[in-house]
């Protein structure tokens, strides 16, 4: 009898111990039973835009509901975890379910859930796809004092696509960040958020997202989207995190061409820092040209492509001559074909250059795209001054009219008793696999001769019928010393490539008039 009453007592206590335990239970780390399903999202941190940890909800074969938080890093000071309603935006919702706190020095929270804070059962494919939004708070009472958030739901935020843009300032320092969380459903708005890194406290920011490109966009440009005000009141234990869902762009490329600007005390205050996003943002992928001019050597500057997202070119140039730098303000503009083909049209004028500067340029090249760039014949000319017409200081071919860094120099060598100006020819491979002739004359042709200068196939250079390969053509002293000649097609208008002039197959023949004379074999050179 006496263990029959102990059997009674022991049940009685287990029924009334089930009965009073409260619906939201402290667990240790060790699941009663599997989980048959779980779903699990990634958290981000506020101080620094990027994962830091993960929320999971799991349902065992019981019909059990645990929400399980875990942070990548220990709290120092026990931190509150809640649940609201709605998608994060950063601002005050109401409170849905409030979990287990993460104690201080510790990672985790996992809490079973059976009702909600206002009495409702929780159901578990309602907790999982229901737009909601849990924050892990440094302060109980301040649903924005957030140290980590996170969606859930079917619109939860696209695992690992986050994409975080720099906002820099004049010195080329980091000011803000800027973070774009896409969410699952593409139907559904974009989290953008800003967050100044140093800020001075007695200032409101105002972080704008215009058209254009932080290289040439002006803080007047068209506004896409004017983000909530960073205010300066904003408490040690609130990010100073400017968020909001952009209803009209679901990912970051959907915006094809901005870049966010922030101000000071008012949206068209002092400059704070600037940075591309979207489809502005660059690639990585570049390509370095020389920036320079065979019949004026004092002259040295380099050119960057770039690439972006949306496909568009940010070009920069800079002149590195130092005191020789072109002294004039001058007209710098992209053209289709290599520099010797001029006037085949016009991509796109460039920034102008500034007289004697040794600064970079930069411009925006939406007429064509970095790939079709790459792939075609195209240069860029700086003028010698604010006149399209006339000289250049400068040229840079691109794409495919540009050099591969291939090229045989030849000296050509007179016959006894000649007396005539030291000649040297060059042939530069194209990307194209074309070839630039680069005609270089010590000094300028005296007024009465004329030269004229052809390859002829073969090394035997005192054969009487050669065969010609290439006419390049007469020169006298209306220019040079230093004369271009763009080599596409033979002496039958056959196309030519820089492969079948080299390699010691060939030879250079040049001839001289003079005045009124006939022309006169004066001197050779074997092409290596």
Same mark, same amino acid.
């Given at each position: 009898?006496?263990?029959?009453?102990?059997?009674?007592?022991i049940?009685?206590?287990?029924?009334?111990?089930?009965?009073?335990?409260?619906?939201?239970?402290?667990?240790?780390?060790?699941?009663?039973? *599997?989980?048959?399903? +779980? %779903?699990?999202?990634?958290?981000?941190s506020?101080?620094?835009? #990027?994962?830091?940890? =993960?929320? $999971? !909800?799991?349902?065992?074969?019981?019909?059990?509901?645990?929400?399980?938080?875990?942070?990548?890093?220990?709290?120092?000071?026990?931190?509150?975890?809640?649940?609201?309603?709605? *998608?994060?935006?950063? +601002? %005050?919702?109401?409170?849905?379910?409030?979990?287990?706190?993460? #104690?201080?020095?510790? =990672?985790? $929270? !996992?809490?079973?859930?059976?009702?909600?804070?206002?009495?409702?059962?929780?159901?578990?494919?309602?907790?999982?796809?229901?737009?909601?939004?849990?924050?892990?708070?440094k302060?109980?009472?301040?649903?924005?004092?957030?140290?980590?958030?996170?969606?859930?739901?079917?619109? #939860?935020?696209?695992?690992?696509?986050?994409?975080?843009?720099?906002?820099?300032?004049?010195?080329?320092?980091?000011?803000?960040?800027?973070?774009?969380?896409?969410?699952?459903?593409?139907?559904?708005?974009?989290l953008?958020?800003?967050?100044?890194?140093?800020?001075d406290?007695?200032?409101?920011?105002?972080p704008?997202?215009?058209?254009?490109?932080?290289?040439?966009?002006?803080?007047?440009?068209?506004?896409i989207?004017?983000?909530?005000?960073?205010?300066?009141?904003?408490?040690?234990?609130?990010?100073?995190?400017?968020?909001?869902?952009?209803?009209?762009?679901?990912?970051?490329?959907s915006?094809?061409?901005?870049?966010?600007?922030?101000?000071?005390?008012?949206?068209?205050?002092?400059?704070?820092?600037?940075?591309?996003?979207?489809?502005?943002?660059?690639?990585?992928?570049?390509?370095?040209?020389?920036?320079?001019?065979?019949?004026?050597?004092?002259?040295?500057?380099?050119?960057?492509?770039?690439?972006?997202?949306?496909?568009?070119?940010?070009?920069?140039?800079?002149?590195?001559?130092?005191?020789?730098?072109?002294?004039?303000?001058?007209?710098?503009?992209?053209?289709?074909?290599?520099?010797?083909?001029?006037?085949?049209?016009?991509?796109?004028?460039?920034?102008?250059?500034?007289?004697?500067?040794?600064?970079?340029?930069?411009?925006?090249?939406?007429?064509?795209?970095?790939?079709?760039?790459?792939?075609?014949?195209?240069?860029?000319?700086?003028?010698?001054?604010?006149?399209?017409?006339?000289?250049?200081?400068?040229?840079?071919?691109?794409?495919?009219?540009?050099?591969?860094?291939?090229?045989?120099?030849?000296?050509?060598?007179y016959?006894?008793?000649?007396?005539?100006?030291?000649?040297?020819?060059?042939?530069?491979?194209?990307?194209?696999?074309?070839?630039?002739?680069?005609?270089?004359?010590?000094?300028?042709?005296?007024?009465?001769?004329?030269?004229?200068?052809?390859?002829?196939k073969?090394?035997?250079?005192?054969?009487?019928?050669?065969?010609?390969?290439?006419?390049?053509?007469?020169?006298?002293?209306?220019?040079?010393?230093?004369?271009?000649?763009?080599?596409?097609s033979?002496?039958?208008?056959?196309?030519?490539?820089?492969?079948?002039?080299?390699?010691?197959?060939?030879?250079?023949r040049?001839?001289?008039?003079?005045?009124e004379?006939?022309?006169?074999?004066?001197?050779?050179?074997?092409?290596?």
């Open positions: 009898m006496k263990v029959l009453n102990l059997i009674r007592f049940a009685l206590n287990v029924l009334l111990i089930s009965v009073f335990s409260c619906s939201n239970d402290d667990l240790d780390d060790t699941p009663s039973t *599997l989980p048959v399903q +779980v %779903n699990t999202f990634a958290t981000y506020v101080d620094e835009f #990027a994962t830091s940890g =993960t929320v $999971s !909800i799991e349902l065992d074969e019981n019909d059990k509901i645990l929400v399980r938080v875990e942070l990548s890093q220990p709290v120092t000071e026990e931190q509150t975890v809640k649940i609201y309603n709605g *998608l994060f935006d950063g +601002v %005050n919702h109401e409170v849905y379910l409030t979990l287990n706190p993460i #104690a201080s020095g510790e =990672t985790t $929270s !996992i809490t079973e859930v059976v009702q909600s804070d206002n009495g409702n059962n929780i159901i578990f494919e309602q907790l999982v796809s229901e737009d909601r939004n849990l924050r892990v708070l302060e109980s009472e301040d649903p924005l004092s957030i140290n980590v958030f996170t969606d859930l739901g079917e619109n #939860a935020f696209v695992q690992s696509g986050e994409k975080k843009y720099a906002i820099i300032d004049a010195d080329s320092a980091t000011v803000a960040e800027a973070v774009m969380l896409p969410r699952e459903n593409e139907d559904t708005p974009m953008v958020a800003v967050r100044m890194i140093d800020r406290d007695s200032k409101d920011y105002y704008v997202i215009r058209t254009g490109t932080a290289a040439t966009g002006a803080s007047t440009n068209d506004i989207v004017s983000l909530p005000t960073i205010l300066k009141f904003t408490n040690d234990n609130s990010a100073a995190v400017s968020f909001m869902n952009l209803t009209d762009y679901t990912t970051p490329l915006i094809v061409d901005g870049f966010l600007i922030i101000t000071e005390e008012t949206s068209s205050g002092t400059e704070v820092g600037r940075g591309d996003v979207g489809g502005n943002e660059l690639t990585g992928n570049y390509n370095d040209y020389v920036f320079d001019n065979e019949k004026n050597k004092t002259y040295d500057g380099t050119v960057r492509l770039q690439e972006r997202y949306n496909g568009n070119v940010l070009v920069a140039y800079q002149m590195h001559s130092g005191d020789q730098n072109p002294d004039d303000t001058s007209l710098v503009g992209m053209y289709v074909s290599n520099h010797i083909q001029y006037n085949e049209g016009m991509v796109e004028m460039l920034t102008d250059y500034q007289a004697g500067s040794g600064s970079v340029f930069y411009s925006d090249v939406r007429a064509i795209k970095y790939d079709a760039l790459l792939a075609s014949d195209n240069h860029i000319r700086m003028f010698q001054g604010t006149e399209k017409d006339g000289d250049y200081y400068v040229v840079s071919n691109l794409g495919t009219a540009a050099y591969t860094g291939i090229n045989i120099e030849t000296s050509i060598t016959f006894d008793g000649v007396i005539a100006e030291p000649l040297k020819i060059n042939l530069k491979q194209r990307v194209n696999e074309k070839t630039e002739g680069v005609i270089e004359f010590d000094s300028f042709i005296a007024s009465n001769e004329t030269y004229e200068i052809k390859i002829y073969g090394t035997d250079y005192n054969a009487e019928h050669p065969i010609e390969l290439v006419d390049f053509s007469a020169y006298d002293n209306m220019s040079g010393p230093v004369f271009y000649r763009d080599v596409h033979d002496a039958n208008s056959n196309p030519i490539k820089y492969i079948d002039m080299v390699g010691g197959q060939n030879h250079y040049v001839y001289r008039k003079l005045g004379g006939d022309l006169e074999y004066i001197g050779y050179g074997i092409i290596e």
